[in-house]
Nanobody
Framework: QVRVVESGGGLVQAGGSLRLSCVAS????????MRWFRRAPGKEREFVAR???????AYYADSVKDRFTISRDNAKTVYLQMDSLKPEDTAVYYC????????????WGQGTQVTVSS
C-alpha cells in the first residue's frame, strides 16, 4: 500500500507563512493526484487545494486563493506554501493521495497542526 506523511505545521502569527510538505511512498500510482484538506475545531473537513497528476495544474478553495500555493517537487512530493495566514486558517491539515482528478484518493496522512495567532 501507500504511506502518506505530512510535515511543516506549527504556530505562526497572523500575516506569517508556513510551508507544508506531503510525501507519498510505497506502491504509488502512475498518475499522482494530491489534495490538501483541513479540519478546524468544531467544523467539518474543508477542501484546500489540489494538484493534478497529468500536468500539475492547481486548483484552490476560494478561502485560500491568492494566499496558498500548491506545487510538486516530484511525482511523490507536494508542498503547500501558505502566506498571509489568518487565524481562521487554524486547523489540522491533511494530505490526500490518489490517481484520479475526479475522485478523492484512498490514502491519507496523519495530519499536521497549523495554528495562527491573532
Amino acid at each position: 500500500q501507500v504511506r502518506v506523511v505530512e510535515s511543516g505545521g506549527g504556530l505562526v502569527q497572523a500575516g506569517g507563512s508556513l510551508r507544508l510538505s506531503c510525501v507519498a511512498s510505497g506502491r504509488t500510482f502512475s498518475r499522482n493526484v494530491m489534495r490538501w484538506f483541513r479540519r478546524a475545531p468544531g467544523k467539518e473537513r474543508e477542501f484546500v487545494a489540489r494538484i493534478s497528476g497529468t500536468n500539475s495544474s492547481a486548483y484552490y478553495a476560494d478561502s485560500v486563493k491568492d494566499r496558498f500555493t500548491i506545487s510538486r517537487d516530484n511525482a511523490k512530493t507536494v508542498y503547500l506554501q501558505m502566506d498571509s495566514l489568518k487565524p481562521e486558517d487554524t486547523a489540522v491539515y491533511y494530505c490526500n493521495y490518489g490517481n484520479d482528478i475526479r475522485v478523492l484518493g484512498p490514502y491519507w496522512g496523519q495530519g499536521t497542526q497549523v495554528t495562527v495567532s491573532s
